[in-house]
């Protein structure tokens, strides 16, 4: 479960920003802030105790029951118990010292992420204060701040003790070769120059803070094989391709080259420094690595899964994943390991997408088709069901869902009650007046257990009825009454 939590802690930081931006908007009476923070709400209600937090279900509850004129209060008590569960995760903090508010607004929201905060102070004697009391895992620094040079700091950063190996790395628009042989002297660990890219940026804080490298081709990549073939250690080899999810959930037809950096960033951010990840063609990701595929096969998904909650950069709609195949390297070289590496992860592409898949994985004949429309529920059962021997085919609509059913050919079909399209209950009336999911096992879920619910379902026909939150060893131990992996 500690795989699942920490992805429901990553997530569960997007939610609380989402909800804090609506709070003032609620207080003003804007429906449209009231109705998303009560779905909102709905979410966390029904994966909050399921992924372990009971106290994020009970919170959430409280905002089902709260009327419009209290909703902004009990909203923000939410954020609240969410940010106790966040807590409980180590977040690397990233100190930026620029007197210039722009570049550090810009930095703040690139740098930020699920397992990251970010602090900005404008001066040196801020950033003093700071580092007396607060000890960054890596800082930002500009050289002219208004009571001083960067320079100044960094040899005092070097010298400290407490600071001695943090690492930094200047942002200065005063690129002249002789001052970046001077901070690297005085122990910068890189050298950024203005105007900056943002995504470069963050590709180069990536690339620090998991101690390793986020390389830029096939050459670099081979270096990496090259360096571990000397120290006489077992290589794995991952293939990754990236993929849309569009609107509906649909996966785009192929492998999609403009999600690359995404899928670079996940990766870099969750690898240590026993791996290198970069790209192998246009449009391909490798990663070489001294790990086992037990342990690699574990960051790998959490990627994966992370990926899940982020908008598709230019599909409206759409969603940012990967397949990946993993194998052992056997002594046939690198170019062999990746291209066994890449058949896998296009075989999963193509048989759905959105999984990880290894040498060692056997062909899996229980597929499942789950209709939900929460990421955090649906990554959850989809992990849990995986693991278990099920192929799931994700859809978050009820329109995306039938027809799914309808030209594939699943073991057992989940529905969730409240999907937007038509609802869970549309969907079951609509399965069963199909001739060919007569015999289909249909299990409902939802957050309303009422006696109502329970008994419509039924009556149109469904099999089974799970109540969320809920146990995950309940959920497969429920459907393997139905069907077996």
């Known amino acids: 479960m500690d795989e699942l939590q920490q992805f429901f802690r990553d997530s569960v930081v997007d939610q609380i920003r989402a909800l804090e931006a609506l709070i003032d908007r609620i207080d003003a009476g804007d429906s449209e802030a009231i109705t998303r923070a009560r779905r909102i709400a709905h979410s966390l209600k029904g994966s909050g105790a399921s992924y372990g937090y009971a106290e994020v279900s009970e919170s959430a509850a409280r905002v089902g029951e709260a009327d419009d004129d209290t909703l902004g209060t009990v909203i923000s008590d939410l954020c609240v118990t969410l940010g106790s569960v966040t807590s409980a995760a180590p977040r690397k903090l990233i100190l930026v010292v620029d007197d210039d ?77 002789a001052v970046v042989d001077e901070v690297t002297d005085l122990g910068a660990d890189g050298f950024i120059g203005k105007p900056f890219v943002a995504d470069d940026v963050a590709a180069r804080v990536s690339t620090t803070l998991r101690g390793g490298s986020v390389t830029n081709g096939r050459a670099a990549l081979t270096a990496s094989y090259r360096a571990l073939l000397e120290r006489e250690v077992p290589i794995t080899v991952v293939a990754v391709v990236p993929e849309t999810h569009g609107p509906g959930g649909k996966k785009a037809d192929g492998p999609d080259p403009s999600v690359m950096d995404e899928v670079l960033l996940a990766l870099g951010d969750l690898l240590g420094p026993d791996a290198d990840v970069g790209e192998w063609a246009d449009g391909e990701v490798a990663v ?198």
Do not use: C, W
Not at 322 to 350: C, K, T
């Open 288 to 485: 070489v690595s001294s790990q086992d595929q037990t342990a690699l096969v574990r960051t790998i998904d959490r990627a994966r899964m992370r990926l899940r909650t982020l908008r598709h950069p230019a599909v409206e709609g759409a969603l940012v994943s990967f397949s990946a195949g993993i194998v052992d390297e056997d002594g046939r070289g690198l170019s062999d390991a990746y291209h066994r590496a890449h058949r896998f992860a296009l075989d999963a592409n193509q048989e759905g997408g959105d999984r990880v898949t290894t040498g060692r994985t056997m062909r899996r004949s229980g597929r499942v088709l789950l209709a939900e429309d929460d990421t955090l529920t649906a990554a959850l059962i989809i992990h849990r069901l995986e693991g278990e021997g099920f192929d799931v085919v994700h859809e978050p609509d009820g329109h995306a869902a039938i027809d799914e059913a309808e030209a594939g050919n699943f073991a057992i079909v989940m529905l969730d009650v409240e999907i937007p399209g038509l609802n869970g209950f549309e969907v079951l009336a609509r399965l069963r007046s199909l001739r060919s999911l007569d015999d289909t096992p249909i299990v409902m879920l939802t957050a309303a257990g009422g006696e109502r619910e329970v008994v419509r379902a039924f009556d149109l026909g469904a099999d089974d009825y799970i109540v969320k939150p809920f146990s995950p060893a309940e959920l497969t131990a429920r459907l393997k009454r139905f069907v077996k992996p």
């Open 101 to 177: 508010p722009l570049i550090s607004r810009l930095l703040e929201a690139r740098l930020t992420t699920p397992g990251r905060r970010v602090t900005s102070m404008a001066s040196l004697g801020a950033a003093r204060q700071f580092l007396s009391q607060s000890r960054p895992d890596l800082i930002l620094l500009d050289l002219f701040l208004p009571d001083g040079d960067g320079r100044t700091l960094l040899n005092e950063i070097r010298h400290d003790a407490d600071t001695a190996t943090t690492p930094v790395i200047v942002i200065s628009g005063a690129t002249e070769q």
